[in-house]
């Protein structure tokens, strides 16, 4: 038989689909299956060299940084960019005059996203490049200083500052920053007057982060065993230092849970099931920091509490007991166990698994391997994922006649 239900609704990501199938005697199954929605385009950044570059190199080194799920490849002109993790970096050959350089970044399914950068490739201008500090860099002090390399017997002026020429590099100390972008440029001159010009952006961020949400809400009851701890903040956020952030019961019990950042939010999942009709804290700690390095304004204890639970079930009860010699393809495995729990079992021919109807009675076919010692291992997975332990059965299947081996006569007798 087929079946098949139409329209129906993804969210962008990963959506599981459940399908159960139950038959008129209540045997039941249930299958899933992830499926992925991407309707978006990858998104690509260039961060070297930032607009208005003018340099006498004929070819210059772009790069930048791509994100997506399900990302391809990332072009320009046609050639593929070098990928490291999210970065991406392409030699790119210059043309005399301005040059308009677009980036193209492709997921499997075909999506697009582009990103582009003027250029000036002056033949005898003098080159110039800053090192330090980085593009996209972001500070909590000012002023600050800058430095790179440039062509020898120019000079080079930062934002109108003079900088120390030393060898082929220069360094322009004490340069004062206002809050937000700041557009650094280094311009160098030759002797005969040609400039050439690199920029460079950084930020000024001297504000501390606060917090702005938490999913579930601080103060929720009834939060499902299973869940993730989301919180926001009001701009991207540092990875955390141990201990910035702790995750724990009421009583004081650690919770062990992966963290991971996404920009501005922080999300905490769980590494098994959160204990049931149990306060739960988050604690957030000053140790916090955003991408500049300024704490967390408002250290604070997210509280919440677990939906009730009766726990993880206890082993599945097998009723009757099968036969320890058994000549046969398979066996019916039969025994109560929790409602609608999902009960495995390891250790047959193959995996069976079979779902307990509403009063906790469950039906397994387990397949049997000629000649074998089975040693069965069953266990009920509850409607809160929580695993019971394993009850355990063993089967020998054997269907060979017996053999005799060794006989005598002893007077009236055969032995």
Request: hydrophobic share 40%.
């Given at each position: 038989g087929t079946f098949q239900v139409e329209s129906l609704a993804l969210a962008e990501g990963d959506n599981v689909l459940r399908a159960r199938a139950e038959d008129l005697a209540g045997n039941a199954t249930e299958v899933e299956r992830t499926v992925v929605l991407d309707t978006r385009a990858p998104e690509v950044t260039i961060t070297d060299p930032a607009p208005g570059t003018v340099t006498g190199e004929a070819s210059y080194t772009f790069s930048g940084t791509v994100a997506d799920p399900h990302l391809d490849r990332v072009e320009v002109a046609g050639q593929a960019a070098t990928l490291t993790g999210d970065?991406?970096?392409?030699?790119?050959?210059?043309?005399?005059?301005?040059?308009?350089?677009?980036?193209?970044?492709?997921?499997t399914l075909g999506?697009?996203?582009?990103?582009?950068?003027?250029?000036?490739?002056?033949?005898?201008?003098?080159s110039v490049h800053i090192d330090e500090p980085t593009e996209g860099f972001v500070t909590s002090s000012s002023p600050i200083d800058v430095s790179g390399t440039v062509d020898a017997g120019?000079?080079?002026?930062?934002?109108?500052?003079?900088?120390?020429?030393?060898d082929g590099t220069f360094t322009a100390t004490g340069l004062a920053l206002l809050e937000g972008?700041?557009?650094?440029?280094?311009?160098a001159t030759d002797a005969e007057g040609r400039e050439g010009v690199h920029t460079r952006v950084v930020v000024l961020d001297t504000l501390a982060p606060v917090t702005a949400s938490s999913q579930p809400a601080d103060g929720g009851s009834a939060i499902a065993l299973m869940s993730s701890f989301l919180v926001t903040f009001s701009e991207p956020m540092a990875e955390p230092a141990a201990g910035a952030l702790t995750l724990r019961t009421a009583a004081g019990a650690a919770i062990t849970a992966t963290v991971t950042v996404e920009a501005s939010v922080i999300r905490l999942q769980p590494q098994s099931s959160l204990p049931s009709a149990t306060d739960i804290e988050l604690e957030l700690t000053a140790g916090l920091t955003d991408l500049a390095g300024n704490a967390l304004a408002d250290p604070q204890i997210l509280t919440f509490t677990t939906d009730e639970s009766s726990g993880a079930p206890g082993a599945p009860s097998i009723n009757p007991l099968p036969p320890f010699y058994l000549c046969a393809n398979s066996w019916t495995l039969t025994g109560t166990t929790v409602p609608r729990a999902l009960v495995r079992a390891e250790g047959g021919a193959s995996t069976a698994e079979a779902r307990a109807d509403e009063n906790g009675a469950f039906s397994l076919e387990i397949a049997l391997a000629p000649g074998r010692l089975h040693r069965l291992s069953v266990t009920a997975t509850d409607l809160d994922r929580q695993v019971s332990p394993a009850a355990e059965v063993e089967i020998v299947h054997d269907c060979a006649a017996p053999t005799v081996l060794f006989g005598e006569r002893q007077g009236n007798d055969f032995v």
């Amino acid at each position: 038989g087929t079946f098949q239900v139409e329209s129906l609704a993804l969210a962008e990501g990963d959506n599981v689909l459940r399908a159960r199938a139950e038959d008129l005697a209540g045997n039941a199954t249930e299958v899933e299956r992830t499926v992925v929605l991407d309707t978006r385009a990858p998104e690509v950044t260039i961060t070297d060299p930032a607009p208005g570059t003018v340099t006498g190199e004929a070819s210059y080194t772009f790069s930048g940084t791509v994100a997506d799920p399900h990302l391809d490849r990332v072009e320009v002109a046609g050639q593929a960019a070098t990928l490291t993790g999210d970065r991406w970096s392409i030699s790119v050959p210059l043309t005399e005059g301005d040059n308009e350089i677009v980036v193209e970044a492709f997921d499997t399914l075909g999506h697009r996203g582009t990103a582009s950068v003027d250029v000036e490739f002056q033949s005898d201008a003098p080159s110039v490049h800053i090192d330090e500090p980085t593009e996209g860099f972001v500070t909590s002090s000012s002023p600050i200083d800058v430095s790179g390399t440039v062509d020898a017997g120019a000079t080079v002026t930062v934002n109108g500052e003079a900088a120390v020429v030393t060898d082929g590099t220069f360094t322009a100390t004490g340069l004062a920053l206002l809050e937000g972008q700041n557009r650094l440029l280094a311009r160098a001159t030759d002797a005969e007057g040609r400039e050439g010009v690199h920029t460079r952006v950084v930020v000024l961020d001297t504000l501390a982060p606060v917090t702005a949400s938490s999913q579930p809400a601080d103060g929720g009851s009834a939060i499902a065993l299973m869940s993730s701890f989301l919180v926001t903040f009001s701009e991207p956020m540092a990875e955390p230092a141990a201990g910035a952030l702790t995750l724990r019961t009421a009583a004081g019990a650690a919770i062990t849970a992966t963290v991971t950042v996404e920009a501005s939010v922080i999300r905490l999942q769980p590494q098994s099931s959160l204990p049931s009709a149990t306060d739960i804290e988050l604690e957030l700690t000053a140790g916090l920091t955003d991408l500049a390095g300024n704490a967390l304004a408002d250290p604070q204890i997210l509280t919440f509490t677990t939906d009730e639970s009766s726990g993880a079930p206890g082993a599945p009860s097998i009723n009757p007991l099968p036969p320890f010699y058994l000549c046969a393809n398979s066996w019916t495995l039969t025994g109560t166990t929790v409602p609608r729990a999902l009960v495995r079992a390891e250790g047959g021919a193959s995996t069976a698994e079979a779902r307990a109807d509403e009063n906790g009675a469950f039906s397994l076919e387990i397949a049997l391997a000629p000649g074998r010692l089975h040693r069965l291992s069953v266990t009920a997975t509850d409607l809160d994922r929580q695993v019971s332990p394993a009850a355990e059965v063993e089967i020998v299947h054997d269907c060979a006649a017996p053999t005799v081996l060794f006989g005598e006569r002893q007077g009236n007798d055969f032995v």
